[in-house]
């Protein structure tokens, strides 16, 4: 048997008359660009997160991006967020000219250490992105609080927590603006890039669709400079279908989640840890062992197929070696990106492959 990481094939097989049906629909209907599957998925999934409304857009990387811009950021703005993330959380940030700034992260979350924040809050210090790492919300009522005392705003990256929940709240209801991916993997995936804004504030909702279309509100007048960045029709249509079954997929992650931590309890991984205050939507399971390599390479002999999300901190590579960082600075950080695996984790992962994950993770660890 073969296990991968990810695969949505089983996904689609099970899905096919649907996302055909959606694919129809919208070749049928000569609207390719903009359309009414835009427009209603924007209000469909900004509903789905508790808040008012959504902007479309071809990637996460550019929601951020534009988040930022709205947020009136300007190059040599200071913005806060943590080195262990996605290359596009802090590559928007760059984007614009802003210049990127990191605190730690817990070693049993892998979230943001909020309490480091106050430490390098600078007069330059505009904002702060919140990552939803792997699933799981930040702390946010404090960090809330430290934002409202020094005037800052809060952008949560959600490209890995849709569905997700703290307090009772849903990823994406709790900041200024939220950004959310559609690429494939995601708990929301569709079948290539997309991605949106979401937020409660309406005066923020025109800025940010002048900036995915060429700075224009009609067509052939630009009212300022901005880009193309449009979520497709297609992809919107599938993504509206796909958005009636996310309840249903987040369950399946949990449902595995808990076999996984009910199995592998009595071995030496550090298993992931949801907060209290948390619904962890299990985006990746991602699991801790100082001699991640060697299991690794044990899981691959076995055709388990693994991933690391992130084997470098942002701080350390060399792309982002301007910013002045050095080895050290971001300690748990840096351990963590080291020691860290992810298991098989997608909603159609099967009883027996799930089984034959745990029967071999077992077995090697028995020798640890
Ligand atoms: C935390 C995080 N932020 C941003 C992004 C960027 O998303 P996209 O690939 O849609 O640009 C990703 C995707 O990998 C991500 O995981």
């Not at 991640?292 to 691959?300: A, D, G, P, Q, Y």
């Amino acid at each position: 048997m073969q296990v991968k990481v990810w695969s949505y094939l089983k996904e689609y097989l099970n899905e096919k008359d649907e996302v055909h049906e959606a694919i129809e629909q919208v070749l049928n209907s000569e609207v390719l660009i903009l359309g009414e599957n835009v427009k209603d998925f924007e209000n469909e999934f900004s509903a789905y997160c508790q808040s008012k409304y959504g902007i479309g857009v071809n990637s996460a990387t550019d929601a951020i991006f534009f988040a930022l811009k709205a947020l009136g950021v300007k190059p040599g703005d200071e913005i806060i967020t943590v080195s262990n993330t996605a290359v596009p959380t802090v590559s928007a940030i760059a984007a614009i000219g802003a210049i990127p700034k990191f605190v730690d992260i817990e070693p049993t979350s892998f979230l943001m250490k909020v309490e480091q924040i106050v430490d390098i809050i600078t007069p330059k210090t505009k904002g702060i992105i919140a990552v939803h790492l792997f699933g799981q919300c930040v702390e946010m009522d404090l960090l809330t609080e430290v934002a409202a005392k020094y005037n800052l705003f809060i952008i949560e990256d959600c490209a890995q927590s849709h569905g997700a929940q703290y307090k009772g709240r849903m990823a994406g209801s709790m900041s200024h603006i939220s950004t959310f991916s559609f690429y494939p993997t995601k708990i929301l995936g569709g079948y290539g890039d997309g991605g949106m804004m979401v937020t409660a504030d309406s005066e923020l909702v025109n800025k940010m669709k002048r900036l995915r279309f060429y700075g224009m509100e009609k067509t052939y007048y630009a009212i300022e400079h901005g880009y193309n960045s449009r979520l497709d029709e297609l992809h919107a249509a599938i993504l509206r279908k796909k958005l009636l079954h996310i309840d249903e997929y987040i369950n399946n992650r949990r449902r595995i989640a808990k076999r996984y931590d009910e199995e592998l309890k009595h071995t030496s991984l550090q298993l992931p840890n949801e907060l209290p205050e948390n619904k962890h939507a299990y985006y990746i399971y991602v699991v801790r062992h100082p001699d991640r390599n060697k299991i690794m390479e044990k899981l691959k002999e076995k055709n388990i197929l693994l991933n690391i999300s992130y084997p470098w901190p942002i701080h350390t590579m060399t792309g982002y070696e301007y910013l002045g960082y050095k080895v050290g600075d971001l300690p748990e950080t840096e351990k963590a990106a080291n020691e860290i695996f992810s298991l098989p984790m997608y909603p159609s992962l099967t009883f027996e492959e799930q089984s034959y994950v745990i029967n071999t993770l077992n077995e090697i660890l028995k020798s640890y």
